[in-house]
């Protein structure tokens, strides 16, 4: 007789007890944030293969960026990186708040992230609007478009959600210690965003 | 000990009560029940099957003459581009892993549903609308570059086509890796307590090794799509010479993709056929943790691989090398599980029904694909082949004879658990044997004209390679004609076929400890885990003794003790 499948903590009587406890209220515990993790490793390998078409692109070319493209100002982006990383450690502060059930105090971090989000994104456009090469100007000018643009979206769609959290912290208990998915989610896609970002930074700007 | 008579009695006491089963109308619905689901993604992508099915026929009607004189040639290119596309992304890679994943996963690991049933709804919703704007193109001029939508050809072969493709492929990318998230959190979160990874059926290995593969590689296809849309409808150069761009490195993110993508097309099918052998064969799995850890090796390795595809592509010398040699060694898991699944039904007490038989002709066509895939591998032989029918005989031999092969052994596995009937043993031996000659007739000549010289997917050809292609036609209609029994045999038995009892193979895994059809959240009572999915054979059944559960439960306890 095999039996490595059987222990005593799984044999029937015990089990049923724990099970019987735990099915009356949840059927399962609560595995979104693990799923969020995993879908963002998907979400990363999107960004991992624009940043290897790059390299690759940056690597055959004879010289890169190609001869011709103006020169770009640091300034501005350089403040802009220093905003969007900042804001990683502000959302952090209202995840900690809504832990220790402070949903006021978390209300204002997150408002907070969302308009220093906001700034990121209004002094991408400017940068946009005031640099002298288009997106066909050539292979350098398209990737520095699509790839900071698709990271842009991103943005965006991170402020949404901070926003959607805003929204629904206003109904009274929505969010406390225990109860706070939306919050941690948000937090962690804002800090997926601003990890890319970092990389996008030194490829695009530094390297 | 006998492990069969208890779950049966502690489980399927209340049967009559929880199998509603009737109502037809949840298939047409927004359901978040995973087995709802998984028989949704099955039905449809069924049906672009035949679809896809139909546009393989034309393509034969069309090359059973040397001339072009069936279909125009723009149309015959776009025959060929939609057939792949339909057959990849809305048949064998939604049916492997959305359709039987969504159906065995939560019920082989004990759980009542899926992790997330929602997002699991909205990934299967995701199919149809790819699948009818993908058909839709024919209206504006499908795409014609073939599946590879290599450019610059892709470029300037019809732009809206083109683009109608690239979203329905991105749309189509997007439910896989929403379900392979699903999965991988299911898998990984919400076994029986007490299931440990190495207590769970092989199907569930294999699913586990699809979905990181599927989380890791289809989003690069996503972003190699993006710039190509950019270079399509923007006019940016990532991908166009003439502007500066680089071709290969569409290929390269391309196959980045696509190469995995023939593991995930196989290794549901793999693990499929892992589990149903032994259940058919009455033996344990030869070799449990070998196909388990084979199925993780075959993901890491089919990541490191892609580049086989790109020998002619300008390759310095030193990298086909390394992907030559890469390559090769999949070979070694590959040829493991091979091994194991011969060991494992030789010498059994074979039941040779639909399912056994398929399963069977599953590894045999299989290996015949895996040793062209050993051939292709190699530069020298691919140099010479590229773009032959050598290559067509070979992935059909993997596609076809294997994965196809394998989701059928799997729809006459489950079937009786999926609808609660029996399914016709002597129709499905029909179809066996009609989709054996078949395919055999329309894809072995395949390999003489690709050693020839014959290319792929133009539409005429030197009458001297006549006489093979009108074989491979007539192989190719037989085929088309081998879906009809099965189709009205699957359509005729899950209406009027004998009822299925819970467990009509006497399988041990747990989809089969409770009624056919399961209930809403699966399990009657917490399903127990009695014993490990293959432990056929072991001590089995004493003779003439009935035990109360009770008495087995005690007895449980003292052999733990
Ligand atoms: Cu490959």
């Not at chain 2, 072969?157 to 493709?165: H, L, S």
């Not at chain 2, 086989?308 to 040829?335: D, E, N, Q, Y």
């Not at chain 2, 009609?434 to 072995?444: R, W």
Request: glycine share 10%; aromatic share 14%; hydrophobic share 50%.
């Amino acid at each position: 007789m095999q039996i490595p499948t059987i222990d005593e903590s799984k044999t029937a009587l015990n089990y049923h007890g724990a099970a019987e406890a735990a099915s009356h209220h949840e059927a399962h515990p609560d595995h979104r944030i693990f799923g969020i993790i995993v879908f963002l490793v998907a979400e990363g390998m999107i960004f991992l293969g624009l940043f290897a078409a790059y390299l690759t692109f940056r690597a055959v070319a004879p010289v890169w960026p190609p001869e011709g493209t103006p020169e770009r100002e640091l300034l501005l982006p350089g403040i802009n990186t220093a905003i969007l990383i900042a804001s990683s450690f502000v959302i952090h502060k209202g995840d900690t708040a809504v832990k220790n059930n402070n949903v006021a105090s978390l209300r204002t971090w997150f408002l907070i992230t969302a308009i220093m989000g906001a700034i990121f994104l209004a002094g991408q456009v400017y940068e946009y609007s005031h640099l002298e090469f288009g997106l066909k100007t050539n292979l350098y000018a398209s990737t520095f478009y699509v790839l900071t643009g698709f990271h842009g979206m991103h943005v965006c769609f991170g402020i949404l959600l901070i926003l959607g959290v805003l929204w629904r912290s206003l109904k009274q208990g929505h969010y406390s210690s225990k109860n706070h998915f939306g919050v941690e989610a948000a937090e962690v896609y804002w800090h997926f965003v601003d990890i890319v970002w970092i990389v996008l930074f030194l490829l695009l700007y530094i390297l | 000990m006998t492990q069969l008579q208890v779950t049966d009695s502690a489980n399927l006491g209340n049967t009559a009560e929880t199998n509603t089963g009737g109502d037809w109308r949840k298939y047409f619905g927004f359901s978040t029940d995973h087995k709802v689901i998984g028989i949704q993604y099955l039905v449809t992508t069924f049906v672009f099957y035949l679809i896809g099915g139909a546009l393989a026929a034309a393509v034969r009607t069309e090359l059973a003459t040397p001339d072009s004189d069936f279909v125009s040639r723009e149309l015959y290119n776009s025959f060929f581009t939609i057939h792949a596309t339909i057959m990849i992304f809305l048949w064998i890679v939604p049916a492997g892993t959305g359709g039987f994943g969504n159906y065995l996963i939560p019920l082989m690991i004990g759980a009542k549903d899926m992790a997330f049933p929602k997002l699991n709804a909205v990934a299967f919703w995701m199919i149809p609308p790819g699948g009818i704007l993908l058909l839709s193109s024919f209206f504006v001029g499908a795409a014609g570059s073939g599946w590879t939508s290599y450019p610059p050809l892709s470029l300037i072969n019809g732009q809206a086509g083109e683009f109608i493709w690239i979203l329905s492929v991105l749309l189509l990318g997007t439910s896989s890796i929403l379900g392979a998230v699903n999965f991988l959190v299911t898998l990984l979160k919400m076994r029986l307590p007490g299931m440990g990874l190495h207590q769970m059926p092989l199907f569930c290995w294999a699913m586990l090794s699809v979905s990181a593969l599927v989380l890791v590689s289809t989003p690069v296809l996503a972003g190699a799509l993006i710039l190509l849309s950019f270079d399509l409808v923007a006019g940016t150069a990532f991908f166009n010479p003439t502007g500066g761009g680089d071709p290969v490195v569409y290929q390269h993110m391309f196959w980045f993709y696509s190469h995995p993508a023939v593991y995930i097309m196989i290794l549901p099918m793999f693990g499929m056929i892992s589990d149903i052998l032994p259940v058919h064969a009455r033996k344990p799995i030869f070799g449990y943790r070998a196909i388990a850890y084979s199925s993780l090796a075959i993901s890491f390795l089919g990541l490191i691989v892609w580049a086989h595809h790109m020998f002619t592509s300008g390759t310095p010398a030193w990298l086909r090398m390394f992907f030559m040699i890469a390559t090769m060694v999949i070979a070694i898991p590959t040829g493991i599980k091979v091994f194991s699944w011969l060991a494992t039904i030789w010498g059994g007490k074979l039941d040779l029904n639909s399912a056994m038989l398929f399963g069977m002709g599953f590894v045999s066509m299989f290996v015949i694909g895996g040793l062209s895939g050993i051939m292709l591998a190699s530069v020298p032989v691919d140099i010479h082949v590229h773009d032959t029918y050598f290559v067509v005989a070979h992935l059909h031999y993997v596609l076809f004879g294997g994965s196809v092969f394998g989701l059928y052994a799997g729809l006459y596995h489950w079937f009786p658990k999926m609808t609660g009937r029996m399914v016709n043993e002597t129709w499905g031996r029909i179809h066996f044997a009609l989709t054996l000659i078949g395919f055999n007739l329309c894809f072995l000549p395949m390999h003489k004209l690709g050693l020839e010289g014959m290319p792929r997917r133009v539409a005429e050809y030197d009458p001297k390679f006549a006489g093979l292609n009108l074989m491979a036609t007539v192989g190719a209609y037989i085929l088309a004609v081998s879906t009809i029994p099965f189709v009205i045999n699957a359509v005729w038995s899950w209406m009027y076929g004998p009822k299925a009892s819970a467990n009509p193979w006497k399988a041990l895994t747990l989809e089969w400890m409770t009624s056919s059809p399961p209930p809403v959240e699966n399990f009657h009572e917490e399903p127990i885990l009695w014993t490990g999915p293959y432990d056929y054979g072991i001590d089995f059944e004493e003779e003439g003794e009935e035990k109360s559960v009770e008495e087995l439960l005690a007895e449980v306890k003292v052999d733990v003790g």
